[in-house]
């Protein structure tokens, strides 16, 4: 597992089984230069400016000091995603200004199976694009065991041939920024104009979180099958707007 690790200090850390990159808050990256690690910490204290060469990673976290990330490299290993899931009316152009929104474009395709849930993700940021082939297997309505391996292009055409006929490609617009320390993904969908889905990771479904002022939530859609991915594809576009309110 490959993971970065980004302070206004200095920091000097090893994982058994990690493989740990160090930058500080005011070394310049982009996309192309972050795609390679699997998870990214924002260590406290950290500046603006780490917010701005970090945010639209994939699996970005902000924690409060070195001493926590013994806890999280742990949990990364277990591959247990916990994510809670709003409907939301999407937000004006402002809102994304404000809160240095960084937004990609996704294309998911889901796989035939025998078991979990199986895509392949097309992630384009700017001009780097990354490939994941992702198997889920969900736990709860809020839990869900993954399997996540970066692909080359050639191989993501290659699974593509496997796809679900029964499903559409899923596609969106991510934004994601950070609000008080928790990283927040806005996924805007090609198939509604008004609403849009808000989602965060944590440790637990009881964990506590406080989103934006401007946020309008329609409703809490976590435990609502109809609104996870895979669920999304397999809607004919004329009946989301009458089966999903």
């Not at 924690?63 to 949990?75: P, T, V």
């Not at 440790?203 to 435990?223: A, F, G, H, Q, R």
Request: charged fraction near 30%; charge should be negative; proline fraction near 3%.
């Amino acid at each position: 597992m490959n993971i970065a690790l980004i302070s206004d200090n200095k920091i000097q850390y090893s994982f058994q089984g990690c493989d740990i990159t160090c930058y500080t808050s005011a070394q310049e990256v982009k996309p192309k230069d972050w795609v390679c690690y699997d998870a990214a910490f924002l260590v406290h204290p950290f500046s603006e400016k780490a917010l701005d060469f970090w945010t639209g990673h994939p699996h970005l976290r902000c924690i409060d000091g070195i001493n926590a990330l013994d806890n999280e490299i742990d949990y990364l290993f277990t591959g247990i995603e916990c994510e809670i899931k709003l409907l939301i009316k999407i937000p004006n152009e402002s809102f994304f200004k404000k809160y240095r929104a960084f937004k990609c474009e996704i294309e998911q395709v889901y796989l035939k199976g025998d078991g979990g849930s199986h895509r392949v993700r097309k992630r384009t940021m700017g001009d780097t694009v990354n490939y994941v082939e992702t198997v889920k297997m969900r736990i709860s309505s809020a839990v869900s065991k993954e399997y996540e391996n970066t692909i080359s292009e050639y191989e993501y055409n290659e699974l593509l041939k496997r796809s679900d006929k029964t499903k559409h490609p899923i596609y969106k617009s991510r934004y994601c920024f950070i609000y008080k320390r928790q990283y927040y993904e806005l996924d805007i969908y090609d198939f509604w104009s008004d609403r849009a889905t808000l989602e965060l990771e944590m440790k637990s479904e009881n964990e506590s979180y406080e989103l934006p002022p401007e946020i309008e939530v329609i409703k809490d859609v976590t435990d609502d099958k109809r609104y996870k991915n895979n669920k999304l594809a397999g809607i004919n576009y004329e009946d989301y707007n009458t089966e999903l309110l």
